[in-house]
């Protein structure tokens, strides 16, 4: 059984800055998983953020290119997503999620592709 636990999640002003973790315990190998953030707004659909393939590729949604870093580190199963410059807009609850394997299913982020997922954590920005 796959089980993530995000934490970091806070509330800020725009421009700040915010590190999510996520760490996973699951029955098999951490790098065989692809890992990723989704993030969920109210009123609007869940979100792909940031996506690391279970070969290190990483892909960013276009909207956080460049203030949004992913790492990962499969020694310690743990996902981090450093988010600086951030945005009313950025504000949501913010999941991680896992799914084994990867390659282009993956880097599509879709969030019927990943089947475990973790409890959440709020992010919100004030202007």
């Known amino acids: 059984q796959v089980n993530l636990v995000e934490s970091g999640g806070g509330s800020v002003e725009a421009g700040g800055s915010l590190r999510l973790s996520c760490v996973g315990s699951?029955?098999?190998?951490?790098?065989?998983?692809?890992m990723a953030w989704f993030r969920q707004a109210p009123g609007k659909e869940r979100e792909a953020v940031a996506i690391?393939?279970?070969?290190?590729?990483?892909k960013y949604a276009e909207s956080v290119k460049g203030r949004f870093t992913l790492s990962r580190d499969n020694a310690k199963n743990t996902l981090h997503l450093q988010m600086n410059s951030l945005k009313p807009e950025d504000t949501a609850m913010y999941y991680c999620?896992?799914?084994?394997?990867?390659?282009?299913?993956?880097?599509?982020?879709?969030?019927?592709?990943?089947?475990?997922w973790g409890q959440g954590t709020q992010v919100t920005v004030s202007s």
């Open positions: 690391s393939d279970s070969d290190g590729t990483i």
């Open positions: 999620a896992a799914e084994q394997g990867g390659g282009s299913w993956c880097m599509n982020g879709d969030r019927g592709d990943f089947g475990y």
């Open positions: 699951m029955p098999n190998n951490y790098r065989l998983y692809c």
